[in-house]
Structure formats: structure tokens, C-alpha cells
T-cell receptor
Framework: GAGVSQSPSNKVTEKGKDVELRCDPI?????LYWYRQSLGQGLEFLIY????????KSGLPSDRFSAERTGGSVSTLTIQRTQQEDSAVYLC????????????FGDGTRLSIL | TQLLEQSPQFLSIQEGENLTVYCNSS?????LQWYRQEPGEGPVLLVT?????EVKKLKRLTFQFGDARKDSSLHITAAQPGDTGLYLC????????????FGQGTRLTINP
């Protein structure tokens, strides 16, 4: 498709399980971002990639969170040993150039931890 | 404490009325963005302002960046039901910064 694609769109899992969220950015976009949005709230920055490199990991809430990007394209966000406070919508965005802000967001993965 | 405070948090008005949404901070931003988000979808970028005092218009929407680059406003003229949504302001503290700070959003409802 032409936009940022995220999968799954919804994920329900039990506390303590690991989850993996996937983002396919717009083809050719070099910058990729992950944000988290709690119910009805603004977005919280998690991490961004320039190519396959993540210069700023300061937004990751804990060491249970990790992210990688391969081939300058697809990115995965992994949450280990999930907790109930991890429940949120995880949004991915991409931009075509370095130095810009997120321009194109995906529709997110709604994560629910039981 | 929110670095960017949006007001009001909720606004419900009748079709045809005018409204203004505010985004305020004590910090200086190199740029500020406004997004609109509908339920179940990601935010859509409406505008980016970078110069203090800058005014940008997008049809019935007027965006202004404060002279000191600490605040911004979104004014909608003759609101339509299609304007309903969550409006988010977001700012970059450093020029070229990849990390945006978001406000908590203004949920706007336009009643027919």
C-alpha cells in the first residue's frame, strides 16, 4: 500500500507474555518513529531510526522494550514480559528525509494486556 | 506536568460557529506541528510552523505560531461536522530534532 502499514491492528495478550509489533514504512522513507498513545491522550515518543540506526533510545520506558530496523525498511518493536501498564496504541510513522518530523502515521497497533 | 498544554481539552459546538484551540508552553520550540486524529486511525499532519509570528491558512483553518515560539493557536471558521476529531499540537525543542513533544489533545465535536 501507499501508507505506513502496522500489524497486527489489535493484540490481546496475557501479562508476562512477549509481544512483537511490526511497522512497514512508506517505501523510500529513511526516518522511522515509534510513539505510544494511551487512551484519549497525546503521543509519547519511544524511539526513532535513521536508516537502521537508532541514535536516540531515551524514550523507551524500560529495558523490556527494544526495537530494530532491518534493510532500512521494516521495523519491529518488542515488549518482553508485558505488564498491564503497557496497554496502549503503538503508532509508527515515517518521513522521507533526515531532520524532519513524523509526517505519515500508520493506524497503530492496539495492545491490551490482560 | 505537560510540556505542551492544550486548551480546551473538550469542545462541543454547533455547526457554523467559530472556535479557537490553544497550545501553550514555557519552553521555546524550533517548530510546531498540528495533527488531526480520528478514532482508530493515526494522526494526520495538518501544518508545520517554524517562524515566530508565522500564520498559515488551510481552507477554514488558521494556524498561528507565537512571536516567542512558545505557543500556537488553531482557529476554525464556520465549523463543519467533518471537522470533528482529536486535534494534537506537537513541538520540536531543538532544530532538526526527531523527538516531538505532544500536547494531550483537544477533542472537538461539531454538532449538525
Amino acid at each position: 500500500g501507499a501508507g505506513v502499514s502496522q500489524s497486527p491492528s489489535n493484540k490481546v495478550t496475557e501479562k508476562g507474555k512477549d509481544v512483537e509489533l511490526r511497522c512497514d514504512p512508506i517505501s523510500g522513507h529513511t526516518a522511522l518513529y515509534w510513539y505510544r498513545q494511551s487512551l484519549g491522550q497525546g503521543l509519547e515518543f519511544l524511539i526513532y531510526f535513521q536508516g537502521n540506526s537508532a541514535p536516540d533510545k531515551s524514550g523507551l520506558p524500560s529495558d523490556r522494550f527494544s526495537a530494530e530496523r532491518t534493510g532500512g525498511s521494516v521495523s519491529t518493536l518488542t515488549i518482553q514480559r508485558t505488564q498491564q501498564e503497557d496497554s496502549a496504541v503503538y503508532l509508527c510513522a515515517s518521513s522521507p528525509y533526515w531532520g524532519g518530523q513524523p509526517q505519515h502515521f500508520g493506524d497503530g497497533t492496539r495492545l491490551s494486556i490482560l | 506536568t505537560q510540556l505542551l498544554e492544550q486548551s480546551p481539552q473538550f469542545l462541543s459546538i454547533q455547526e457554523g460557529e467559530n472556535l479557537t484551540v490553544y497550545c501553550n508552553s514555557s519552553s521555546v520550540f524550533s517548530s510546531l506541528q498540528w495533527y488531526r486524529q480520528e478514532p482508530g486511525e493515526g494522526p494526520v499532519l495538518l501544518v508545520t510552523v517554524v517562524t515566530g509570528g508565522e500564520v498559515k491558512k488551510l481552507k477554514r483553518l488558521t494556524f498561528q505560531f507565537g512571536d516567542a515560539r512558545k505557543d500556537s493557536s488553531l482557529h476554525i471558521t464556520a465549523a463543519q461536522p467533518g471537522d470533528t476529531g482529536l486535534y494534537l499540537c506537537a513541538g520540536a525543542l531543538i532544530q532538526g530534532a526527531q523527538k516531538l513533544v505532544f500536547g494531550q489533545g483537544t477533542r472537538l465535536t461539531i454538532n449538525p
